[in-house]
């Protein structure tokens, strides 16, 4: 299924601070269509991937039919990996797009002649999958078991906040985070922690599920998530109220430009994002010069 592509490039000039704080304010401590305390709001996500760990991977399968995948390997394409790099993996507790990124490094070095240095530089390779919640954790380290990844020294798995990373200044050559930044209690905080790690020269790039502009797809859309994802969450995973949270947390999620705004205003210049199927997700990417 050939995918729309519209890109916004926003150039390296910081963008004005968008205009209602108290439009991040609500965001900050919304639960979907909720008003909840900060606090609250960690716990009740954290119960949400929970309780959708075991479901999560199949469940986005059905939600997308199948799009999520190419979606993913967008945002890897758009990363560029190479050998030796340092990579953190924000909210990628079930591995999906670290595993993109590994293979896409793995495809670099087999097409070149192995040589001392190569290897060398695949001793280096590290990615870090970072996740706030063990369960989806788990999920990951299980399924990079079952891709023959159990002893990889390139994966490193670890349980991380993203308002607060473990992690040393300037010292990631990329930064991604798929599906995750929409849940996260403070959105500034976040992406000022990203800018703290990333090198210079590094790369934040974001795949979020997004606002679609197309009246009519629009109207199809809201129905679709309404109507449909909460009930096929109660079927297949038997929990109806988280994926009810998804389509609303949704909603609440600063319009891709607003959010675009946010990132340069956190420090990153030239910012864009890129809408893929009408704007049901966008990727959205800035560089830490």
């Known amino acids: 299924m050939a995918l729309r592509t519209v890109t916004r490039k926003l150039g390296s000039r910081m963008l004005p601070m968008f205009s209602s704080a108290s439009a991040l304010h609500s965001h900050a401590t919304s639960f979907g269509f909720k008003e ?3 606090d609250e709001k960690s716990q009740m996500v954290g119960n949400v991937f929970s309780s959708v760990a075991s479901s999560y991977d199949l469940m986005n399968d059905l939600m997308s039919a ?6 993913k390997d967008r945002l890897v394409s758009e990363l560029n990996p190479f050998p030796g790099m340092k990579h953190l993996d924000v909210a990628g507790g079930t591995g999906d797009v670290a595993f993109r990124i590994l293979e896409s490094i793995n495809s670099i ?3 070149a002649l192995q040589n001392v240095l190569e290897d060398g530089l695949q001793e280096e390779t590290q990615i870090y999958i970072c996740d706030i919640n063990p369960n989806m954790l788990n999920v990951g380290k299980k399924r990079a078991v079952e891709r023959g990844l159990g002893e990889s020294r390139s994966l490193i798995w670890v349980e991380g906040d993203a308002e607060a990373l473990s992690f040393s200044n300037d010292s990631m050559d990329g930064y991604t985070i798929a599906f995750g930044i929409r849940n996260v209690t403070h959105i500034e905080k976040a992406l000022s922690e990203a800018y703290r790690v990333l090198k210079r020269g590094g790369r934040f790039l974001c795949l979020e599920l997004s606002h679609v502009d197309t009246p009519v797809f629009k109207e199809l859309y809201d129905y679709y998530s309404f109507a449909v994802i909460p009930a096929l969450g109660e079927l297949v995973a038997g929990d109806r109220k988280s994926y009810q949270y998804l389509v609303e947390s949704i909603r609440r999620f600063p319009p891709q430009e607003t959010f675009a705004s946010m990132i340069a205003n956190s420090g990153f ?3 864009e994002y890129e809408n893929l199927v009408g704007g049901v997700v966008a990727i ?5 010069l």
């Open 284 to 288: 959205h990417s800035g560089l830490k």
């Open 66 to 71: 199948g799009l999520h995948r190419l979606w």
């Open 109 to 111: 070095r087999q097409r």
């Open 36 to 38: 909840v305390g900060e």
């Open 269 to 271: 210049q030239k910012v």
